[in-house]
Each structure stands twice: as structure tokens, then as C-alpha cells.
T-cell receptor, first 113, second 112 residues
């Protein structure tokens, strides 16, 4: 089954404790992206990757890092999480960018206390 | 990109009726538009897209209309079903693969 998986699905952590949210897709997609979703603000793009070793900032990259060492994986790293990073995070992938259908993962709900 | 907004935050329709969800965009350089559906507890799901050189595109039970003159986009759902209950987002792309700009979303509730 074609899918995007994220882990963990839920995470409660404390300020400053580094964490990684994993994202994996099994569709051989070149494009992968991370979004955060906040009430009243909608979906905002954090980082995206056009291919292996190619990443770029989205609209709200501050406080986040990403890497794309393999085509299928695109982890999101929070080096020093803060409460304002409490949000619902979605990973997405597509064949070739935002002009192609993006497949979204199930989401990761992160709470930073 | 500039903001993509929605006219109404909530919409309630009777099962079997047609639904129309509206979206306004502000960037005249936007050339690609997408509608996503997000059910409770799930990630967004692609519904339909349209390029700026078109003014109408039809899918299965859905139609997207684009009016570039007034920078307005609408999603029409025919014979709305309970399974259509969700939040619907429009999004636009200005050029290349610049980040998608999502609207805030409209919640569609279908009354059985």
C-alpha cells in the first residue's frame, strides 16, 4: 500500500530536549516536505526536499532541521524544542514537487512543556 | 507567497444537496491551485487541482472553478454525502516549486 508514515504519532517532551520525528514514504517520490498545522493559522511549510541531499526552507523553518540522506526518509529534527513548537506536524511526499499530488502522513502531535 | 483565504469558516448542507466552498487568493502571479480535504484525525488528502490557463476542471462529483479576474476559486461537490464532512483547504503556488500557501480551511458538515 502506497503510504507516508510518521513516528511517533504523539509526543510530549520538555523544553530543550532534542527530538526527531521520522517520515518515510514507499512511493519512490522525489519531493518530500514538512508542514505544521496550528489552529487559526492553517498549514505552513517548514522545509522541503526536491531530492536526496537537496533541502530548502519553507515559510517557517526557524528552530527546525531536516536531512535527506535517502530518498524514502525525511526526518524532522528539533534541536532544542520550545513551547511555541507545540503543534500538529505533517510529512508529505509527491512525485515531483508541489505541482503534483502530495500524499500526507497521518500527523504527529507534539507537545513541548 | 501571499495569503490564501476563505470566505466562510463553516458550511452546513443537507445530504444530497450540492456544496460550494469558496476561496479567495491575493497573488495575481499564482498559477496553480489545489483543493485538499482533511478528515478529523487524518492528514490532508488531495481532491483536485487546476492550472491558471483553465477556468474549470471536473473530477468525480467535484468541480473546481477559477475566476482569475476576481482571484476567486470555488469547489463544488455534487450530491454531498456524510463522508464529505471534513475541512477543505485551498492552496496556491506562485511559481516553480515555491511553498504551497494554504488557506485557513472551511469545515463542511453534512446533515443526514
Amino acid at each position: 500500500e502506497a503510504q507516508v508514515t510518521q513516528n511517533p504519532r504523539y509526543l510530549i517532551t520538555v523544553t530543550g530536549k532534542k527530538l526527531t520525528v521520522t517520515c518515510s514514504q514507499n512511493m519512490n517520490h522525489e519531493y518530500m516536505s514538512w508542514y505544521r498545522q496550528d489552529p487559526g493559522l492553517g498549514l505552513r511549510q517548514i522545509y522541503y526536499s526536491m531530492n536526496v541531499e537537496v533541502t530548502d526552507k519553507g515559510d517557517v523553518p526557524e528552530g527546525y532541521k531536516v536531512s535527506r540522506k535517502e530518498k524514502r526518509n525525511f526526518p524532522l529534527i528539533l534541536e532544542s524544542p520550545s513551547p511555541n513548537q507545540t503543534s500538529l506536524y505533517f510529512c508529505a511526499s509527491s512525485f515531483g514537487g508541489v505541482r503534483y499530488e502530495q500524499y500526507f502522513g497521518p500527523g504527529t502531535r507534539l507537545t513541548v512543556t | 507567497g501571499e495569503s490564501v483565504g476563505l470566505h466562510l469558516p463553516t458550511l452546513s448542507v443537507q445530504e444530497g444537496d450540492n456544496s460550494i466552498i469558496n476561496c479567495a487568493y491575493s497573488n495575481s502571479a499564482s498559477d496553480y491551485f489545489i483543493w485538499y480535504k482533511q478528515e478529523s484525525g487524518k492528514g490532508p488528502q488531495f481532491i483536485i487541482d487546476i492550472r491558471s490557463n483553465m477556468d474549470k476542471r471536473q473530477g468525480q462529483r467535484v468541480t473546481v472553478l477559477l475566476n482569475k479576474t476576481v482571484k476567486h476559486l470555488s469547489l463544488q461537490i455534487a450530491a454531498t454525502q456524510p463522508g464529505d464532512s471534513a475541512v477543505y483547504f485551498c492552496a496556491d503556488v506562485v511559481r516553480g516549486n515555491t511553498p504551497l500557501v494554504f488557506g485557513k480551511g472551511t469545515r463542511l458538515s453534512v446533515i443526514a
